[in-house]
């Protein structure tokens, strides 16, 4: 089975008295959905941002799709796999929904009428169409998280990683969610997901790894 | 010496806004290398952490020499001192506008850091005892405070949007440029927000519902800070005098 992401031998840590990860190795199979779990401040957030580049490892490596981070582009990276912050605000970025969806194809110059079409069959997935004019940061919390993962979807990358994204969800929309997961593993496209929403673990999960201040304390399949 | 590095904020705040109007007024390389020369003097006597601010400002420090670089180069005024293969480099107005310019910032630069030997706190407190109205000593302060998470959430944000897949590298200047609107909008719009948030909360715990605000501390002006105000601002009219004579 191939690999997505490699965790090899990786120390991190954001403050010197304190380390995160030490020796750390991990790898995550590309065709599963794989849920990472854990107290908060057990560094989910942390791996998730080191796998994409975000933050460099102090020690060891780290593999994405067979290829080293180090010697990637952020661009590179992001146009192979789609990352979900935990706060949707943070990758909203234009002044309407469907600016949102387009405009970074249309900058690396990819033909109008392709991007656009997959703009309106996104949006119509997604349950957006009727918010294309609307500022996206008047969206609703639930709608912002759903334009963050459809605006990434836009690249067609082969792997996505979604921080949190059950997270200040109702269970409505956490249903509307889940239902775009199982859309996305039907595509064969595996997700890396971090969640505390057992329910949601248990319908999703192909894969279960549990993390405690660095270290991984559960790992069991499915 | 030692007595100068505890001079009073307003000492400091009065001979940094000298400095930095004047290094702005000036555009003659011998006044501009006196009154940078006479930055680096006081910064010493208040014993302000030159070097390790340099090492922290660095990349803008290189910025603003790659400028003067680009300026000497591409000026086409004057007499020409380095000419290679036919093709004239530098030039000696280029060379000394340049300088000039060069000069001029560090001088900005040095004024600034002297402030740096005084707390944010102490600093408002000085403006507001120089009756600067609170609003501003206010907002001065405010600023100063969300500087650093200004900083953090651009980089962030520039990081988020290089993930939506948009390589840096390979996009020529122009949409570059677009790029930084997308980025500025954003967090702008936060900015605003958290100023706004902040003000309500403060205007909840009822400030300024009274106009004259009572302080806690005040600052006391003592003799060696008229001293050096006086060595300091007679220095500056020495220069200016000069200045118009020659
Ligand atoms: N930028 C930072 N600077 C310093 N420490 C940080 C930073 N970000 C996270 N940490 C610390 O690192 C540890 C791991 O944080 P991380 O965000 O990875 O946890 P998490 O498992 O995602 O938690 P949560 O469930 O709350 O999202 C925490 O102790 C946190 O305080
Ligand atoms: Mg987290």
Redesign the pocket.
């Known amino acids: 089975m191939s690999a997505v992401i490699q965790f090899k031998n990786i120390a991190f840590t954001?403050?010197q008295d304190m380390p995160?990860f030490s020796a750390f190795s991990l790898t995550i199979e590309q065709a599963h959905i794989t849920i990472l779990r854990?107290e908060?401040?057990?560094?989910?957030?942390?791996?998730t941002r080191l796998a994409m580049g975000m933050l460099k490892p102090l020690k060891g490596s780290i593999f994405l799709l067979g290829n080293d981070i180090a010697s990637m582009q952020l661009g590179e990276i992001g146009q192979k796999v789609g990352y979900a912050f935990?706060s949707p605000e943070k990758q909203l970025f234009a002044a309407t929904v469907y600016e949102e969806m387009t405009f970074p194809r249309l900058l690396l110059g990819h033909p109008e009428q392709e991007v656009f079409d997959r703009a309106d069959q996104l949006l119509k997935q997604f349950d957006l169409q009727a918010y294309k004019e609307m500022y996206p940061r008047l969206l609703s919390f639930g709608e912002k998280r759903r334009l963050a993962i459809a605006a990434m979807l836009m690249n067609n990358p082969s792997y996505l990683i979604l921080d949190?994204p059950t997270a200040s969800l109702d269970d409505e929309r956490v249903e509307v969610l889940s239902a775009v997961i199982e859309q996305q593993k039907k595509e064969k496209r595996g997700m890396l997901i971090?969640s505390h929403n057992e329910a949601f673990i248990r319908r999703h999960g192909d894969r279960i790894i549990t993390?405690e201040r660095g270290y991984v304390i559960d790992d069991s399949y499915r | 010496m030692t007595a100068i590095a505890k001079s009073d904020p307003r000492s400091k705040l009065l001979i940094a806004f000298g400095l930095s109007t004047l290094a702005l007024v000036f555009n003659d390389l011998l006044s501009l290398t006196a009154l940078f020369f006479m930055g680096i003097l006081l910064n010493m006597a208040m014993k302000a952490e030159l070097l390790q601010i340099a090492v922290r400002i660095r990349k803008f420090l290189f910025l603003m020499f790659g400028i003067a670089v680009i300026q000497s180069v591409f000026s086409s005024a004057g007499e020409p001192i380095l000419t290679i293969a036919g093709l004239t480099l530098i030039r000696d107005e280029g060379l000394i506008k340049a300088l000039a310019y060069l000069i001029r910032l560090s001088t900005v630069v040095v004024s600034a850091t002297i402030l740096s030997t005084s707390t944010r706190r102490e600093l408002v407190q000085g403006l507001v005892q120089l009756k600067c109205p609170y609003e501003i000593a206010f907002m001065v302060s405010v600023a100063i405070r969300f500087l650093p998470e200004l900083r953090n959430e651009l980089l962030d944000s520039m990081t988020a949007l290089q993930l939506r897949g948009i390589d840096l590298q390979v996009l020529p200047i122009r949409k570059k440029l677009k790029i930084y609107q997308y980025i500025l909008l954003p967090v702008l719009t936060n900015a605003i927000l958290n100023a706004r948030e902040l003000s309500n909360a403060m205007e909840m715990r009822a400030f300024r519902a009274f106009s004259k605000r009572t302080d806690y501390h005040t600052l006391h002006m003592h003799k060696v800070d008229y001293v050096l105000l006086t060595v300091v601002f007679g220095a500056f009219t020495l220069l200016s005098i000069g200045r118009l004579w020659v």
Do not use: M
Request: neutral net charge.
């Open positions: 954001y403050t995160l854990g908060n401040g057990s560094g989910k957030t942390t791996l935990q949190e971090v993390l």
